[in-house]
């Protein structure tokens, strides 16, 4: 099998994902690794700094261009793949980038068209590999940056990396981290990252079973791709015999679902880290927090997220090492062991224990999350071919703007006005664009659940806030509602101190 290796071109290499059904191990919350530091975490990354790499994988990824046939220093055009809020950041950072020339997005939204951040190639199918490597040959596409999920799963890096187009994102077989839930605790089990104990089921019977013996409660997630609702934190017996019955016996996901972890649950505060990874290496990015559940207070079903912010603060710089060498690097060195690189961006969504102090992964997502990539995004700047971030020293919030009814059904075509006097409240607002279009009289609609991500600057977590909501409060959009308390925990952990 073989296993595309970002851009530097395919590496065959053993890659097996099977797995068995029933597997029950947990782990310990305290462990410690000794890990070589290939990763820069001296001073503070809320300060103006340079994040250099060390020469490794500096020269790696020249080398990788190089073997491409791009030179370090020349301009390229980048094609974005994706069509939400985190490939209209993605493609506003990379339009920042001296290295890039152009920036296409496919097939993109009318809000990114609009916005002059990218040309948006709205008839390119991104499901055909082969439809989208003839579209890069022909526009001389120097790299491709995948944003979601599913292309990556699909395979979409692989078929890219063969045919010698520079790819940022991992393989398929490396998007089991992701794809697989079943896959990514095997791989925690064998390697020593602390997560939570769990136990893998197909048969609803033995699930349940297990469930009444672990008692509530408990978490049920499915084990494959269910679009951020494959997961259920069950407080009841019942409303984890549901979630089961849901996913196993009525097929609510699809394939996803016919497979289900049952997982322990943990009590603590969770958290977002990123980190950039080559394969054997690993840079660190920032922390983050989002807001999951719909409504103010933290109630009501799971989104895809309402809001976030950067940095988190309950992540410290003691923190932030014992993430990287206790999850980040353990996990790129084994994946690397099973004969699989990861190369792309690294997000863990982590627990942060209330008994421990500890962190703990919950899960792994292949690719930046949205909308924490608004504000990851909104506070960097780099350049592709020297491979450097610049961190802001402020704090960076997106509040998301949703369709009334979202996370369940709703309106779509809801005209949105005054976007343009929204983002003049400051120069320190960027509105991001996830599911808009445009009417046959040209008029901006909502086509989505999540339609605009509402992105600010501030010195601190006050300001960024301030700015944020009286973005919001100058968007004219009646049918569209928004969380008033994105930042809450940020507050909270700022009074406290």
């Not at 602390?194 to 019977?205: E, S």
């Not at 991500?453 to 909501?469: L, N, Q």
Request: proline letters at 4%.
């Amino acid at each position: 099998m073989a296993c595309a290796i970002g851009i530097r071109g395919p590496l065959k290499l053993a890659a097996n994902h099977s797995a068995s059904i029933q597997s029950c191990d947990g782990l310990k919350s305290s462990v410690s690794y000794p890990v070589s530091q290939r990763w820069s975490s001296n001073g503070s990354w809320r300060c103006r700094m340079i994040v250099r790499p060390l020469e490794r994988w500096h020269s790696n990824l020249k080398a990788s261009l190089t073997d491409a046939g791009i030179s370090s220093d020349e301009r390229i055009t980048v094609l974005v793949i994706g069509n939400g809020g985190r490939e209209h950041a993605l493609c506003y950072a990379l339009n920042r980038s001296p290295s890039c020339n152009e920036v296409l997005c496919a097939p993109g939204n009318a809000g990114i068209a609009q916005s002059g951040d990218a040309t948006c190639i709205s008839d390119l199918d991104i499901s055909d590999s082969n439809a989208v490597i003839s579209f890069c040959r022909k526009r001389g596409v120097g790299m491709v940056v995948v944003g979601p999920e599913a292309p990556l799963v699909a395979g979409l890096a692989n078929d890219l990396v063969k045919a010698g187009i520079p790819t940022f994102g991992p393989s398929s077989e490396a998007a089991a981290l992701e794809g697989s839930k079943d896959f990514m605790k095997k791989l925690c089990d064998k390697y020593n990252i602390p997560t939570a104990k769990y136990c893998t089921f197909n048969d609803a019977a033995e699930a349940k079973q297990y469930v009444k013996q672990q008692g509530a409660p408990i978490v049920v997630k499915a084990d494959g791709l269910a679009a951020g609702k494959g997961v259920v934190v069950a407080m009841t017996l019942d409303e984890a015999f549901e979630a089961i019955d849901s996913m196993l016996v009525q097929g609510s996901f699809g394939s996803a679902g016919s497979r289900v972890i049952i997982e322990e649950f943990l009590e603590g505060e969770e958290a977002s880290f990123f980190a950039l990874v080559d394969g054997e290496n690993a840079l660190p990015l920032e922390s983050a927090q989002d807001h999951k559940r719909v409504g103010d207070g933290d109630v009501g079903p799971n989104t895809g997220g309402m809001g976030a912010y950067s940095p988190a603060p309950i992540v410290t710089e003691e923190l932030k090492g014992i993430v990287m060498e206790s999850i980040i690097i353990p996990t790129v060195k084994g994946m690397a062991a099973e004969g699989c690189k990861f190369v792309g961006v690294l997000y863990a969504g982590l627990m942060i224990e209330k008994k421990s102090g500890l962190p703990k992964l919950i899960e792994y997502n292949v690719r930046f999350g949205d909308p924490e990539c608004q504000v990851l995004l909104s506070a960097c700047k780099g350049e592709l071919g020297k491979v450097s971030l610049t961190w802001s020293p402020e704090m960076a919030m997106v509040v998301v703007m949703a369709s009334q009814g979202y996370p369940g059904s709703y309106k779509k075509g809801t005209m949105i006005k005054n976007l343009n006097k929204a983002e003049r409240i400051s120069p320190a607002v960027k509105i991001f664009h996830a599911g808009t279009a445009l009417d046959e009289n040209g008029n901006l609609v909502a086509v989505g659940g999540r339609v605009l991500g509402v992105t600010a600057k501030g010195k601190d977590i006050e300001e960024a806030r301030e700015r944020a909501y009286a973005a919001v409060d100058a968007v004219d959009w009646p049918e569209g509602f928004v969380r008033r308390d994105i930042g809450w925990r940020a507050l909270r952990q700022k009074q406290v101190v």
